[in-house]
């Protein structure tokens, strides 16, 4: 059984730092897309940021370009979600997600392209 467990959220003031984690299990995910992305409340999900399998390509909403940072490391099975500069709009749930499809030089963005999702991880971000 596949299971995606989000780590490492938390209150944070703005211009703080956090690092979220998400740790797969059940298969490797080594060559196949993973990704990262949040709920606000009353909003739709939304795209942050994707890795392609290989860790070579990756894709950033324009919101969190240049502050948020993504990598993983296949030999862990693991992907990372480095958050810097934090805003108040940064607060919502954030969710891991991995493709199930071989896929190591491309990055998804849309959840549509995405099988297995974890249960997600709340970040507050204080004025």
């Known amino acids: 059984q596949v299971q995606l467990v989000e780590s490492g959220g938390g209150l944070v003031q703005a211009g703080g730092s956090l690092r979220l984690s998400c740790a797969a299990s059940?298969?490797?995910?080594?060559?196949?897309?993973m990704g990262w992305f949040r709920q606000a409340p009353g909003k739709e999900r939304e795209f942050v940021a994707a890795?392609?399998?290989?860790?070579?390509?990756?894709n950033y909403a324009d919101s969190v370009k240049g502050r948020f940072t993504i990598s993983r490391d296949n030999a862990k099975n693991t992907v990372a979600l480095q958050m810097n500069r934090l805003k108040p709009d940064d607060t919502a749930v954030y969710y891991c997600?991995?493709?199930?499809?071989?896929?190591?030089?491309?990055?998804?963005?849309?959840?549509?392209?995405?099988?297995?999702w974890g249960q997600g991880t709340q970040v507050t971000v204080s004025s």
């Open positions: 059940g298969r490797t995910f080594s060559s196949y897309p």
């Open positions: 890795i392609s399998g290989s860790g070579g390509n990756t």
């Open positions: 997600a991995a493709g199930a499809r071989w896929a190591p030089y491309i990055v998804h963005v849309a959840p549509s392209q995405y099988d297995y």
